[in-house]
Nanobody, 112 residues
């Protein structure tokens, strides 16, 4: 079970921190990541972190979004800075590739 939280309404240039709590010890078993689905678009992987701690990002978010995890707390984070209108989407966490049941996601709305 994956439960995302931390979304909300923010102005362009603002920041948010998303959290993903896992019921199981998935962060010690899988590479994981944050995905997003914007209105009318397919879900895409925007940030990933490997079991070894390596991170990767889609070009559109590099330098603005930072993925991290706390294995002891069984929580995955996404620090989002300098948010842009095009970051508006529902954000989800999952394994990479996405082999787990999807949570409900958390909505991020960037609007002035």
């Amino acid at each position: 079970l994956l439960v995302e939280s931390g979304g909300g309404l923010v102005q362009p240039g603002g920041s948010l921190r998303l959290s993903c709590a896992a019921a199981g010890d998935i962060f010690s078993i899988y590479d994981v990541g944050w995905y997003r689905q914007a209105p009318g678009k397919q879900r895409e992987l925007v940030a990933g972190i490997t079991l070894g701690g390596g991170t990767r990002y889609v070009d559109s978010v590099k330098g603005r979004l930072t993925i991290s995890r706390d294995k002891a707390k069984k929580t995955l984070y996404l620090q989002m800075n300098n948010l842009k209108l095009e970051d508006t989407a529902v954000y989800y966490c999952n394994a990479v590739p996405s082999s787990l049941r999807w949570g409900k996601g958390t909505l991020v709305t960037v609007s002035s």
